[in-house]
């Protein structure tokens, strides 16, 4: 079913599974009214044959739609999540840069001979608290906007990959799915690793990244090809900003080095 649903994505994108779905209610009505209910001898009957191939071949389609609108809906959620949770923590660290503000601002105006030299070094600090958080917020916009690019392409991404090109390493038909899935999961690694300015290693995160087809060195080659993909639309120069084209650049690379760390 994977295999199939895949080759609808690129045959017809996003509204593809619509069509589908359209279609196959369409021949499975008829495939129910050529039917024949009255015939003397049905089972030798070619419609009746007929209507059991276009039967099953509507079944296919409306599965197939079925599930390519589950997958994508759950998609969907999983990125709603994971926006929710990076809004909170933008919100948090305004929060904390307006507090150290106020506090700065309230020092300032209640100096006085006996407490100006405390108050000065606490002054000091809380200024350098500010800066940092600034600094950190800044650079949280642009880690933002490299996931959320990596995100957007991962599927184009995995769509562009050519089975011929890692059969070598075990990959066909039957397990072709698994594989991108698999490397579905390494994106959304880098993802939190970009955002969370760490660099863990898929094999030694909890629960650990899937590899389930042939060795890392399999996953190493087809990363790279997607680092090629991607650094490809980077020298255009209008997909990322360069703070986030640097940010990127330098947690894929570290992704690949550290596929087959394990302690």
């Given amino acids: 079913m994977g295999w199939f649903t895949s080759l609808l994505d690129k045959v017809g994108g996003k509204s593809f599974p619509y069509i ?5 209610v369409f021949l499975a009505l008829i495939a129910f009214a050529q039917f024949p209910v009255e015939d003397a001898e049905p089972l030798r009957s070619n419609t009746v044959w007929g209507s059991f191939a276009l039967g099953g071949i509507s079944l296919i389609l409306i599965a197939s739609s079925l ?5 994508d809906e759950g998609i969907k959620k999983k990125l709603a999540q994971k926006n929710e949770e990076l ?9 904390l840069d307006q507090s150290v503000q106020r506090l700065k601002d309230f020092l ?9 030299v405390l108050y000065k070094k606490v002054i000091d600090i809380l200024e350098g608290t500010a800066k940092n958080v600034s600094d950190f917020s800044s650079k949280y916009s642009y880690r933002k906007s490299a996931a959320d690019w990596v995100k957007t392409n991962t599927n184009k991404w995995l769509m562009s990959l050519r089975i ?20 579905e999961k390494h ?27 042939g060795t890392p060195i399999l996953y190493e080659k087809a990363l790279k ?20 084209d640097e940010i990127l650049r330098a947690h894929m690379s570290t992704l690949i080095e550290f596929l087959n760390y394990t302690s």
């Avoid at 809004?87 to 929060?95: A, D, H, I, M, P």
């Avoid at 300015?197 to 990244?209: G, I, K």
């Fill in 225 to 244: 090809e997607i680092e090629r993909l991607a650094y490809q639309e980077l020298l255009s120069g209008n997909a990322l900003k360069m703070h986030s």
């Fill in 164 to 183: 011929e090109d890692y059969s070598e390493y075990g990959v066909n038909r039957k397990n072709f799915d698994d594989f991108k899935s698999d490397l």
């Fill in 87 to 95: 809004e909170s923590k933008k919100e948090e660290l305004y929060c």
């Fill in 108 to 116: 300032e105006e209640n100096l006085n001979d006996d407490t100006r």
């Fill in 67 to 71: 599930f390519s609108f589950f997958r």
């Fill in 20 to 24: 589908l779905l359209v279609f196959g």
């Fill in 187 to 213: 994106l959304e690694l880098l993802c939190e690793n970009i955002l969370e300015a760490r660099n863990s290693a898929p094999l030694m995160v909890n629960p650990p990244v899937p590899q389930r087809i």
